[in-house]
């Protein structure tokens, strides 16, 4: 039975994440569009820590002149703040600016409109159901999250 349910998970979440996937973010203010990638650069950056390039692109699998390209590309439009490590001049450091942090609480995984036209392909019964799966698996995922972060820290969670 666990086999089974693997399976069809692995095999329903890809459809609905490509369905239903966000492919640009906006940003609110100034309606410039990012792509998904630079979106998720965003995602690893701080307002108040700074985190060296090089960690980054390594970090996310890319090269360093990648990783260089889409930061030169994200100072320009405001989102990142490049600085010099105070300890070592020769290491960049990155920062997220004020319109970074806002571009990033906009954005999402799941564009809203594709998810209300998927689910609008199912009777309401169809949707109850679907919802109280999602729910369920939704709070499994809680659950497994907590452990990992309570093994983590040395205590256990009640189950």
């Given at each position: 039975?666990?086999?089974?349910?693997?399976?069809?998970?692995?095999?329903c979440?890809?459809?609905?994440?490509?369905?239903?996937?966000t492919?640009?973010?906006?940003d609110?203010k100034?309606?410039?569009?990012?792509?998904?990638?630079?979106?998720?650069?965003?995602?690893?950056l701080?307002?108040?820590e700074?985190?060296?390039?090089?960690?980054l692109?390594?970090?996310m699998?890319?090269?360093l002149?990648?990783?260089?390209?889409n930061?030169?590309r994200?100072v320009?439009?405001?989102?990142?703040?490049?600085?010099?490590?105070?300890?070592d001049r020769?290491?960049?450091?990155?920062?997220l600016t004020t319109?970074?942090l806002?571009?990033?609480?906009a954005?999402t995984?799941l564009?809203?409109?594709?998810?209300?036209?998927?689910?609008?392909?199912?009777?309401?019964d169809e949707?109850r159901?679907?919802?109280?799966g999602?729910?369920?698996?939704?709070?499994?995922?809680?659950?497994?999250?907590?452990?990992?972060?309570?093994?983590?820290?040395?205590t256990?969670?009640?189950?």
């Open positions: 039975m666990q086999r089974t349910a693997v399976h069809q998970v692995m095999q979440y890809p459809r609905i994440y490509f369905a239903c996937h492919r640009h973010v906006q609110p100034t309606r410039r569009v990012l792509s998904a990638h630079q979106a998720s650069i965003l995602d690893h701080d307002e108040r700074p985190i060296a390039l090089n960690y692109a390594k970090h699998g890319v090269t002149s990648t990783m260089s390209l930061m030169e994200l320009r439009k405001g989102y990142v703040r490049r600085t010099r490590d105070p300890r020769r290491r960049l450091q990155l920062l319109a970074g806002r571009l990033r609480e954005s995984v564009d809203p409109q594709r998810v209300s036209a998927m689910l609008a392909e199912l009777g309401a949707l159901k679907g919802l109280e999602l729910a369920l698996l939704a709070e499994a995922a809680n659950r497994r999250m907590a452990r990992q972060a309570s093994r983590k820290r040395g256990r969670v009640r189950e």
